[in-house]
């Protein structure tokens, strides 16, 4: 939820505090709710409930998509974040249950002790917008209870810390939760009360998120719950150690795209961000970055990129460090382009995109995409220059001859005389007067009501010449009495060659 939030407030979207708010997520019959924030939890919302039954709980329920491959993107990328702290990290749930686990043996002293460990925890996730609950145990299960249904910052004592929480701690299925509040079992210290042998003929054939006497031993360490985090990514960089401190890198930049490249082709990835820091000697860092439209690690095609860039660097009084590394790679393996020769015609491209993308920048270069949409002005998109263009709707049929030459926006005319259902006779452009000698249409094209305002007018499109010979694309907007507006507007929208 708080994701969410932070993307609203960058996009100036600011939620008030006391507006319930869910984010759902489709269910088995219909759409369920997948986070809430606090005033949603406090007007009585639970998660995993049915949104139509929420509404009804609570009628100023604000609602939104949530997007849970988003949220666990995140999670795993805060997983990695959190090592600075241990080396055993690892993302653990989702939604308002989601979390980090941390294996912090043999490093809390390097912070000043547990206490301050998960003070400095604290403070630093607070930095980034979001809050947490910590807790600290000997075990996996024992702190995911507490940090749950615990204080909110929790250091594991003794099993007596663990006997009052809920049975929801033993992180169970929601069929056996009821089942254990059924039996009268609500805590940890009550389900652990109860003789082992009943609970294991009860249990005996249920899975591991279905039977609480594994969880709970996972949460005594009478079983065991090893942490396996994931590899972390590989980090592409190539560095200089200078004895003396320079001012100028450009000699050690083609060593650093040499070395870049190597490691880069033995990865079999190819760059699609560089950036090139230098170090300076009174501890300031100045950077600069360089984008490729395809992957590469071309050593002198990488050394280019960085050709009219390298004055932005302030060297200061000098820098003994260099570092050119790549953020942002994609797989990029070994290929045979032609069998009889010759260079790859998209490499060839791709580089180009990327000289004319140093010297004019990025915005200066685009290519058109088709879009399926009737609306002409809406049927073409500008796409990135290199590489597959944004995902299409399924094509539309062909309309025939279209303009070269689309105006943007559309220029309005003004009508002399116009035929009933046809073009107009004479009219006014540019405050010049042309007559019509023959003309083609109508084509209509209807609103699209999936994203068109209400009250959008049609248009019927006219392939029009006057008497020089000159051919334009003309519309009518709206028709008389079609309770839209008044009379039609007339427009030019394009010129044919």
């Known amino acids: 939820m708080e994701r969410w939030q ?27 709710v997948h986070a809430l924030n606090r005033a949603a939890r406090l007007a009585g919302v639970t998660q995993g409930a049915r949104v139509v039954d929420m509404r009804a709980l609570c009628p100023g329920l604000q609602v939104d998509y949530a997007d849970p491959a988003g949220d666990q993107a995140a999670l795993g990328r805060m997983a990695l974040w959190a090592r600075r702290w241990c080396p055993w990290t690892v993302a653990d749930g989702g939604g308002d249950t989601a ?24 403070a630093e996730l607070s930095t980034l917008g979001y809050t947490a609950r910590l807790a600290l145990a000997p075990t996996w299960g024992a702190a995911w209870a507490l940090a749950r249904f615990g204080p909110v910052r929790a250091i594991w004592r003794g099993a007596a810390d663990l006997a009052v929480l809920p049975v929801a701690g033993l992180r169970l299925g929601a069929e056996t939760l009821l089942l254990l509040q059924r039996l009268g079992l609500k805590t940890v210290g009550d389900l652990a009360a109860v003789p082992r042998l009943g609970l294991a003929r009860r249990f005996a054939r249920a899975a591991l998120a279905d039977n609480p006497l594994l969880r709970l031993d996972q949460m005594t360490g009478h079983l065991a719950e090893p942490l396996a985090p994931p590899d972390a990514p590989p980090v592409f960089r190539a560095t200089v150690r200078l004895a003396e401190p320079i001012l100028d890198p450009t000699h050690h930049l083609p060593a650093l795209c040499a070395d870049l490249g190597a490691r880069l082709a033995a990865g079999n990835q190819g760059a ?12 300031e860092v100045s950077r600069i970055s360089a984008a490729t439209a395809a992957a590469s690690r071309d050593a002198a095609h990488l050394a280019f990129l960085f050709r ?17 590394e790549a953020p942002v790679v994609e797989p990029l393996a070994l290929t045979q382009t032609r069998l009889g020769g010759g260079q790859d015609s998209t490499l060839a491209l791709s580089q180009l995109v990327d000289r004319l993308t140093t010297r004019f920048g990025a915005a200066a270069l685009s290519r058109p995409g088709l879009r399926a949409s009737h609306v002409p002005e809406r049927a073409e998109r500008q796409a990135p220059p290199v590489g597959p263009a944004p995902p299409l709707l399924p094509p539309l049929p062909d309309h025939g001859e279209r303009p070269l030459r689309l105006l943007a926006p559309p ?22 007067t042309h007559r019509t000698t023959r003309y083609q249409g109508p084509e209509r094209i209807a609103p699209e009501w999936w994203q068109d305002r209400p009250g959008t007018r049609l248009r019927d499109y006219f392939k029009v010449e006057d008497e020089a010979g000159c051919r334009y694309w003309l519309y009518r907007e709206g028709l008389h009495d079609d309770g839209r507006g008044g009379d039609p507007r007339w427009f030019v929208h394009g010129m044919f060659a």
Do not use: C
């Open 6 to 32: 932070r993307i609203q407030d960058q996009q100036g979207n600011v939620t008030p505090d006391d507006l319930p708010l869910a984010l759902t997520r489709e269910g088995p019959h219909g759409p369920v």
């Open 99 to 122: 979390g980090l686990v941390l294996d912090t043996t043999g490093s809390d002293h390097l912070w000043g002790g547990e206490a301050a460990m998960l003070a400095g925890i604290e």
């Open 272 to 283: 699609r961000k560089l950036w090139l820091t230098v170090y300076r000697t009174d501890g």
């Open 308 to 324: 009219d860039r390298l004055q932005a660097i302030k060297p200061g009084f000098g820098f003994d460090l260099i570092t050119l």
């Open 411 to 432: 220029e309005e005319i003004r009508v002399l005389y116009a035929v009933p259902e046809g073009p107009p006779a004479q009219f006014v452009w540019r405050r010049q």
